[in-house]
């Protein structure tokens, strides 16, 4: 890979958890300052790498047992690869993608992702639901009856990541143009109901827009914060919306910002979901250059 490239990727859930917190109860992640949800890199990752895993990839972090049932350590995973660092870039997307620190005998070394993502964060503030139930099947202390549930969940939420595939940390990890292909494809799947986020609180992700601007060959600048250029219009209360139908997406500043930047940009690559608004269109707010939508 050697063009530099920055990514936005908006998705929204409706009454599930996009990210729970073990250490709270598995509750959402949110600002107790602002109201805002905000979602983890490693959870995007481990979207794209579960992903990865149905489309046939090879991936290195994942979750192994070995013969006596035991979680398999990194190291375990390792010797698979005779304990081998070019073995493992060869073969594993998701350490030519993300890197990952591989330790010898004391010895350690590491591989820096040359693709990283910011924390996610919702576009609106939110306000969380605890939705109690009970299960068919009592348990052994309650015969006579269900055990109570409880599941922590947002109504709605419309969470935007922002992310870059640097070219000199690429020549590390020999990540390709197709891996990045590759990536923004399963991280368009994985938040259609795919892999593990069927499970029940991670059920209702939708991928809604996802823009990739390729920058020109040799080019060392970028943009940068692409999150903090898009915002919503809507005429309810940010806690009350409940579906994408009922905001419209602003990229006006971000469409300011591409103006100045022009000159830098090779291209630039997108998908949109169904039933989202903008308010200019994809052809207006890169005007000039080459678009192309991508097919997955």
């Not at 794209?48 to 991936?59: A, I, N, S």
Request: hydrophobic letters at 35%.
């Amino acid at each position: 890979m050697k063009n530099r490239r920055e990514f936005l990727f908006l998705y929204d859930v409706s009454w599930a958890n996009p990210n729970g917190d073990p250490m709270d109860e598995n509750k959402p992640r949110i600002d107790e300052e602002t109201g805002i949800n905000y979602v983890t890199d490693v959870r995007l990752k481990r979207t794209v790498r579960d992903q990865l895993v149905d489309m046939g990839y090879e991936v290195f972090l994942k979750e192994e047992r070995g013969e006596d049932d035991k979680l398999k350590t990194k190291e375990d995973i390792f010797a698979k690869y005779d304990n081998d660092y070019q073995k493992v870039l060869d073969k594993c997307i998701d350490i030519r993608l993300f890197g990952g620190t591989f330790a010898i005998k004391n010895q350690q070394r590491s591989f820096t992702g040359p693709v990283q993502f910011k924390f996610g964060k919702s576009l609106h503030r939110v306000k969380p639901e605890l939705v109690k139930g009970t299960t068919v099947m009592p348990s052994a202390e309650q015969k006579a009856q269900g055990t109570m549930t409880e599941v922590h969940v947002l109504p709605y939420s419309l969470i935007v990541f922002y992310g870059i595939a640097n070219e000199k940390a690429a020549e590390d990890t020999q990540l390709k143009d197709e891996d990045i292909d590759t990536m923004l494809k399963a991280m368009w799947l994985g938040h259609k109901g795919s892999t593990d986020v069927i499970s029940r609180s991670k059920f209702g992700h939708e991928p809604r827009l996802l823009i990739e601007i390729i920058y020109r060959e040799g080019t060392l600048t970028h943009m940068g914060e692409l999150d903090k250029l898009v915002k919503i219009n809507t005429d309810k209360r940010d806690e009350e919306i409940r579906d994408i139908e009922e905001v419209e997406i602003d990229l006006t500043k971000l469409k300011e910002k591409v103006q100045k930047y022009k000159d830098k940009i090779e291209k630039v690559r997108y998908k949109l979901g169904d039933r989202v608004r903008l308010r200019e269109n994809v052809e207006s707010i890169f005007e000039g250059l080459p678009i192309e939508e991508l097919s997955f």
